[in-house]
């Protein structure tokens, strides 16, 4: 009987770790829209009354966004943990299908963000806001806060691309991966700056949480190399 019970432990042990790992998933991808609804209320509403013009887009383009905020938070404490022992506990454990498969849908979800938001300023502008793709850091801090979030849409885009060089320029797609932290704070500070939702309540202790534990990881993955280098 003890000896069955042995073999079952690490069973266990998995299936534990296993179903732990799904629920904490499945509650971190269910924050962007408990919080998106929280902020903007019954959203069947902005379909039954007269809006202003482009108003559903700003909450679909508001929507796009946190979610890509999460996935990108996925995508890259995947990748810090990728060696750690905490690596499939706190999050799923880094494959190379798993990450091609999260940028893809960081990279949608994003550039879905941008697109509604840019059309949304378009109909309410009446004319084609061309003046968003080009960075402005010196025409408030709206202007400034939304060419952060350009500026970390384009450099998420080249990280992406770069990946189609994994196997030919090894070096280049390194470099350019390392970049995607920088695309995370820039990303960070955008919302912080420019989401009524990042003010206050649910979605800014999500927000400063996920800020906290990428901290916190690559000082994890940076203390673990100069450990193993002074070996």
Not at 9 to 31: D, H, I, M, Q, Y
Not at 48 to 76: C, D, H, N, S, T
Not at 84 to 90: A, H, V
Not at 187 to 194: C, E, N, P, T
Request: hydrophobic residues 55%; glycine residues 6%.
């Amino acid at each position: 009987m003890e000896h069955s019970l042995s073999n079952n432990a690490p069973f266990n042990r998995r299936n534990l770790s296993g179903l732990f790992r799904f629920g904490l998933v499945t509650f971190v991808l269910a924050l962007p829209l408990l919080s998106w609804l929280t902020a903007i209320g019954n959203p069947f509403a902005y379909f039954r009354y007269e809006l202003p013009p482009g108003q559903v887009l700003y909450i679909l383009a508001k929507l796009a966004g946190m979610y890509a905020f999460v996935l990108l938070w996925f995508q890259a404490m995947m990748a810090l943990l990728k060696r750690d022992r905490l690596s499939g506990y706190l999050v799923p454990e880094w494959t190379l299908d798993r990450h091609r498969v999260l940028g893809i849908a960081t990279i949608l979800t994003a550039w879905t963000h941008f697109l509604c938001f840019f059309s949304a300023v378009s109909i309410r502008k009446e004319t084609v806001a061309s003046d968003l793709l080009l960075p402005q850091f010196q025409e408030g801090i709206y202007s400034f806060a939304v060419s952060l979030g350009w500026i970390a849409l384009v450099g998420l885009t080249v990280v992406a691309l770069t990946g189609l060089l994994r196997g030919r320029r090894q070096g280049i797609w390194a470099l350019a991966h390392r970049l995607s932290m920088l695309v995370f704070l820039l990303a960070f500070f955008h919302a912080q700056m420019i989401g009524s939702e990042t003010k206050t309540g649910l979605w800014l202790f999500v927000h400063l949480l996920f800020l906290a534990t990428l901290l916190l990881a690559i000082a994890r993955r940076v203390t673990d190399k100069l450990t193993t280098a002074h070996r």
